[in-house]
């Protein structure tokens, strides 16, 4: 099994930047792939990006591409997520998700609701929240 511990929220002021943190542990850790989603209030969560531990394929949602940066440290077990030009209704709590490789895909992340038997074997971490000031 592998455990995914997020860091890094905070208050920021639109326009701003922030760097969020996600340390994956476990002996099962390299068959997993990491992604960022984030929920906010009365809404459901929303896929943002995710990377292979393998090699630098990415995907990221159209709404965050070109201002957010999914890396990642491989000796560490840690996914970062860059985010720059916050706005307000960025506001929300933002998750590492934990997903078996082999469904690393764009569709598996685009297409949420085609794969929601697979998303059974997903781990969550407990979420940080991030909170965008205008």
């Known amino acids: 099994q592998v455990q995914v511990v997020e860091s890094g929220g905070g208050l920021v002021q639109a326009g701003g930047s922030l760097r969020l943190t996600c340390v994956a542990s476990g002996r099962t850790v390299s068959r997993y792939a990491l992604a960022w989603f984030r929920q906010a209030p009365g809404k459901e969560r929303e896929f943002l990006a995710a990377?292979?531990?393998?090699?630098?394929?990415?995907y990221y949602d159209d709404s965050v591409k070109g201002r957010f940066t999914i890396s990642k440290d491989n000796a560490k077990t840690t996914v970062y997520l860059q985010m720059d030009s916050l706005k307000p209704e960025e506001t929300a709590v933002y998750y590492c998700?934990?997903?078996?490789?082999?469904?690393?895909?764009?569709?598996?992340?685009?297409?949420?609701?085609?794969?929601?038997?697979?998303?059974?074997?997903?781990?969550w971490g407990q979420g940080t929240l991030v909170t965008v000031s205008s």
């Open positions: 990377i292979s531990w393998s090699d630098t394929t990415a």
């Open positions: 998700n934990a997903a078996p490789s082999v469904y690393f895909s764009s569709s598996y992340y685009y297409n949420r609701e085609q794969n929601a038997g697979r998303r059974t074997l997903e781990v």
